[in-house]
Protein backbone atom coordinates (compact mmCIF):
# COMPACT_ATOMS: atom_id res chain seq x y z
CA UNK A 1 0.00 0.00 0.00
CA UNK A 2 2.17 2.56 -1.73
CA UNK A 3 5.89 2.43 -0.76
CA UNK A 4 7.42 -0.31 1.18
CA UNK A 5 9.82 1.47 3.07
CA UNK A 6 6.59 3.52 4.70
CA UNK A 7 7.49 7.24 3.58
CA UNK A 8 4.62 9.60 2.21
CA UNK A 9 3.34 8.84 -1.71
CA UNK A 10 1.89 11.68 -3.66
CA UNK A 11 -1.44 12.13 -5.23
CA UNK A 12 -4.19 9.50 -4.18
CA UNK A 13 -2.25 6.66 -3.07
CA UNK A 14 -1.60 5.89 0.54
CA UNK A 15 0.70 6.57 3.34
CA UNK A 16 1.87 3.33 4.54
CA UNK A 17 3.22 2.73 7.75
CA UNK A 18 5.13 -0.22 9.04
CA UNK A 19 3.98 -3.10 11.23
CA UNK A 20 1.49 -2.01 14.09
CA UNK A 21 1.84 -4.09 17.54
CA UNK A 22 -0.46 -4.75 20.16
CA UNK A 23 -4.23 -5.66 20.28
CA UNK A 24 -5.68 -7.78 18.21
CA UNK A 25 -8.93 -7.52 16.98
CA UNK A 26 -12.37 -9.52 16.92
CA UNK A 27 -15.11 -9.39 15.46
CA UNK A 28 -17.22 -7.74 17.84
CA UNK A 29 -14.68 -5.05 17.50
CA UNK A 30 -14.89 -4.36 14.33
CA UNK A 31 -18.81 -5.66 13.30
CA UNK A 32 -18.19 -8.14 11.18
CA UNK A 33 -16.83 -11.53 11.04
CA UNK A 34 -12.76 -11.96 10.45
CA UNK A 35 -11.38 -13.52 7.53
CA UNK A 36 -9.76 -17.05 7.15
CA UNK A 37 -6.58 -15.62 6.20
CA UNK A 38 -6.62 -12.11 6.83
CA UNK A 39 -9.17 -9.37 7.12
CA UNK A 40 -9.15 -5.69 5.39
CA UNK A 41 -10.64 -2.99 7.69
CA UNK A 42 -11.24 0.26 6.06
CA UNK A 43 -12.16 2.99 8.33
CA UNK A 44 -14.48 5.85 6.52
CA UNK A 45 -16.50 8.73 6.71
CA UNK A 46 -19.46 9.62 4.55
CA UNK A 47 -18.22 12.69 2.56
CA UNK A 48 -15.36 11.12 2.21
CA UNK A 49 -14.77 10.91 -1.54
CA UNK A 50 -11.49 8.33 -1.46
CA UNK A 51 -12.89 5.82 0.96
CA UNK A 52 -15.73 5.26 -2.29
CA UNK A 53 -13.00 4.43 -4.30
CA UNK A 54 -10.93 2.27 -1.40
CA UNK A 55 -14.33 0.54 -0.80
CA UNK A 56 -14.17 -0.86 -4.13
CA UNK A 57 -10.29 -1.61 -4.64
CA UNK A 58 -10.80 -4.01 -0.79
CA UNK A 59 -14.51 -5.49 -1.85
CA UNK A 60 -12.78 -6.70 -5.55
CA UNK A 61 -9.16 -7.98 -3.72
CA UNK A 62 -11.25 -10.04 -0.97
CA UNK A 63 -13.37 -11.16 -3.44
CA UNK A 64 -10.37 -12.16 -5.54
CA UNK A 65 -8.34 -13.53 -2.51
CA UNK A 66 -9.64 -17.06 -0.95
CA UNK A 67 -9.99 -16.70 3.01
CA UNK A 68 -10.00 -12.69 2.77
CA UNK A 69 -12.44 -10.24 4.00
CA UNK A 70 -13.72 -6.72 3.81
CA UNK A 71 -15.14 -4.85 6.55
CA UNK A 72 -16.26 -0.90 6.63
CA UNK A 73 -16.52 0.77 9.95
CA UNK A 74 -17.95 4.81 9.80
CA UNK A 75 -15.31 6.11 11.70
CA UNK A 76 -17.77 8.51 13.45
CA UNK A 77 -19.67 5.77 14.56
CA UNK A 78 -16.85 4.33 16.24
CA UNK A 79 -15.09 7.04 17.85
CA UNK A 80 -13.94 5.17 20.73
CA UNK A 81 -12.06 2.31 18.33
CA UNK A 82 -10.95 5.28 16.15
CA UNK A 83 -9.29 6.83 19.32
CA UNK A 84 -7.97 3.67 19.92
CA UNK A 85 -6.29 2.94 17.00
CA UNK A 86 -4.88 6.54 16.34
CA UNK A 87 -6.83 6.35 13.17
CA UNK A 88 -6.53 10.21 12.59
CA UNK A 89 -7.43 10.53 8.73
CA UNK A 90 -9.86 8.70 6.17
CA UNK A 91 -9.97 6.15 4.54
CA UNK A 92 -7.59 3.99 6.95
CA UNK A 93 -6.65 0.13 5.75
CA UNK A 94 -5.89 -2.19 8.37
CA UNK A 95 -4.59 -6.01 7.15
CA UNK A 96 -5.61 -8.17 9.87
CA UNK A 97 -4.29 -11.54 9.94
CA UNK A 98 -6.23 -14.35 10.84
CA UNK A 99 -5.92 -13.83 15.05
CA UNK A 100 -6.89 -9.73 14.52
CA UNK A 101 -3.20 -8.91 14.80
CA UNK A 102 -2.49 -5.47 12.73
CA UNK A 103 0.27 -5.92 10.44
CA UNK A 104 -0.09 -3.56 8.40
CA UNK A 105 -1.78 -0.06 8.02
CA UNK A 106 -2.16 2.45 5.14
CA UNK A 107 -3.71 6.01 5.37
CA UNK A 108 -5.22 7.47 1.75
CA UNK A 109 -6.32 5.46 -1.34
CA UNK A 110 -4.94 2.17 -1.76
CA UNK A 111 -3.79 0.62 -5.27
CA UNK A 112 -5.24 -2.98 -5.83
CA UNK A 113 -1.21 -4.14 -6.30
CA UNK A 114 -0.29 -2.64 -2.89
CA UNK A 115 -3.33 -4.22 -1.26
CA UNK A 116 -2.33 -7.68 -2.84
CA UNK A 117 1.60 -7.17 -1.56
CA UNK A 118 0.35 -6.28 1.75
CA UNK A 119 -2.06 -9.39 2.40
CA UNK A 120 1.08 -11.43 1.80
CA UNK A 121 2.70 -10.32 5.45
CA UNK A 122 -0.60 -11.73 6.71
CA UNK A 123 -1.05 -14.83 5.43
Known amino acids: M???NGT????????VRG?????RLGATDIGGALGERATLVQFSSA???PCRA?????ADVAA??????HVEIDAEDHLE??????????PTVLVLDAEG???RRAVGQPRKADVIAALGEAV
Open 47 to 49: FCQ
Open 54 to 58: TRRVL
Open 8 to 15: RVSGREAE
Open 19 to 23: RDTGR
Open 81 to 90: LVRELRVLKT
Open 101 to 103: RVV
Open 2 to 4: GAA
Open 64 to 69: MVPGVS
